[in-house]
C-alpha cells in the first residue's frame, strides 16, 4: 500500500472519504448514508461506484479496512487514515475558499464537511468564497457595461451568473455570521478528531 500526500479525490471519492471519515462503515453502510441524505440529489455517485472509490482509496492510503462478520456475512469496514484525514481536510478547506459559483457538487460536498474545519479556518474558507464571489460578480456587470445595446439573449448569459453569485454571496454571509457567532457544530471534535 503506497501513502500519497498530494493524492487528488475525485468528486465521488471526496464524497465517499467524507462518509468513512464520520465513522468506520462498509460499502452497505455508506450506501445507505448517501440514500438517507438524500446525497444523490447533489451529487453525482452511483451505487456501484462506492466499491471501486473504496478500493482506490485504500491503495493510495487514504483509508485502511479489515474483515468482520455482521448479521453471519462477512463485511469489509473502512476507516480512514490520518494521512486521508488530512488531504480530505485540505480538501474541503481548498473547495470551500476557491468557491464561485462553479463546481457546485464539490461546493456541497465540502460544505456538508463544514464541522471538519476549526471555527478559524470555516471563517478563512468561508470569507476567500465571498471575495472570489464578489470579484467576479464585478468582472461579469463590467463586462456587460461595456457593450451597448447587448442582446437579450446575450445580456442574459451575465445576468443570469450574476444574480446566481449574489445569493451564494448573500447565503454564505449568512453562514459566515453564524459560524463567527458559534452556531452549529464546529471543528474537528464533531468528527472526534
Do not use: C
Not at 465521488?12 to 462518509?19: E, K, R, S, T
Not at 487514515?81 to 465540502?110: H, M, W
Not at 470569507?127 to 457593450?147: A, P, T
Amino acid at each position: 500500500m503506497s501513502e500519497k500526500t498530494d493524492f487528488e479525490l475525485s468528486h465521488v471519492a471526496f464524497a465517499v472519504l467524507g462518509l468513512v471519515s464520520e465513522q468506520p462503515s462498509h460499502g452497505k453502510d455508506i450506501n445507505k448514508k448517501i440514500e438517507d441524505r438524500g446525497m444523490r440529489a447533489w451529487t453525482a455517485i452511483g451505487k456501484s461506484s462506492i466499491y471501486g472509490v473504496l478500493k482506490t482509496l485504500k491503495e493510495n492510503g487514504l483509508v485502511e479496512s479489515w474483515i468482520e462478520e455482521e448479521d453471519n456475512r462477512v463485511v469489509k469496514v473502512h476507516k480512514i487514515t490520518e494521512n486521508g484525514f488530512r488531504i480530505l481536510k485540505d480538501k474541503v478547506y481548498n473547495v470551500l475558499k476557491e468557491y464561485y459559483g462553479r463546481n457546485g457538487e464539490d461546493f456541497y460536498v465540502a460544505f456538508s464537511m463544514l464541522p471538519l474545519l476549526s471555527k478559524e479556518e470555516q471563517v478563512e474558507a468561508i470569507s476567500g468564497s465571498i471575495k472570489k464571489l464578489k470579484i467576479h460578480i464585478k468582472e461579469l456587470e463590467e463586462m456587460v457595461s461595456q457593450i451597448p445595446h447587448m442582446p437579450l439573449n446575450v445580456r442574459g448569459l451575465f445576468i443570469h451568473p450574476i444574480k446566481v453569485m449574489q445569493t451564494d454571496v448573500e447565503f454564505l454571509e449568512d453562514i459566515l455570521e453564524e459560524v463567527k457567532e458559534g452556531g452549529g457544530q464546529v471543528g474537528p471534535e464533531a468528527y472526534g478528531k
